[in-house]
């Protein structure tokens, strides 16, 4: 009986250990896959034949996916707030009447204010929800095939934001992370953590 109680006690105390007391620091770097200047460029692609009635199309979308690195404070127990910084190049090739006339280069990037709370927070294992939002800055490039014509420059911003469904964090000072979500990290987001 004696063996149950301090068992039962240790595997409770496991779970309620605060690895995010007030103070603690927390520094992300990682890559998300779908984030949402991605997920606008393919829309693009796939909007632009039949807005232009067939006649102008884009093919070959390719990205970097989204690079980020962000630093959170918690601001108390399990409460987490910081910042982000967020990078994402997708390059796609235009086409009018089936003919490639150049490359449409698009960069994004992403300042923002984040924050998450910690369900589950003890020194290697957590898991966490959280929200973020802020501002896309883009810079779109049309480099044409035909040197005579001249690139096309647009520079523009639109609101951003990113929902974590779920996150896990697993490790301890030093340690490996991946969230679920929507936004400007991606859908599926994984990288390294580090806490002091």
Same mark, same amino acid.
């Given at each position: 009986m004696k063996n149950s109680i301090l068992f039962v006690t240790i595997i409770f105390g496991a779970f309620v250990v605060n690895a995010q007391e007030k103070g603690t620091s927390q520094i992300n770097v990682g890559y998300g896959m779908a984030s949402t200047p991605e997920i606008i460029d393919a829309f693009t692609e796939i909007l632009l034949y039949p807005v232009s009635? &067939?006649?102008?199309s +884009?093919?070959?979308?390719k990205s970097t996916g989204a690079i980020h690195i962000n630093y959170k404070s918690a601001i108390e127990n =399990?409460?987490?707030? !910081? +910042?982000t910084t967020g990078f994402s190049d997708t390059t796609q090739d235009i086409s009018v009447n089936n003919a490639v006339i150049g490359e449409q280069k698009n960069r994004a990037l992403t300042f923002a204010i984040e924050s998450d709370y910690r369900y589950i927070s003890n020194p290697s294992f957590q898991i966490y $929800? &959280? *929200?973020g939002a802020g501002i896309t800055l883009t810079k779109g490039e049309f480099d044409p095939n035909n040197t005579k @014509?001249? $690139?096309i420059h647009d520079n523009s911003s639109y609101f951003n934001y990113k929902?974590? +469904?779920? &996150? *896990?964090?697993? !490790? #301890? =000072? *030093? +340690? !490996?992370?991946? @969230?679920?979500?929507? &936004?400007? #990290? !991606?859908i599926l987001s994984a990288g390294i953590s580090y806490q002091f």
């Open positions: 009635l &067939g006649i102008i +884009a093919s070959n979308l =399990k409460w987490m707030l !910081g +910042a $929800s &959280g *929200l @014509e001249t $690139s929902v974590t +469904a779920l &996150g *896990l964090r697993v !490790g #301890k =000072k *030093l +340690a !490996g992370f991946l @969230e679920l979500g929507f &936004g400007y #990290k !991606g």
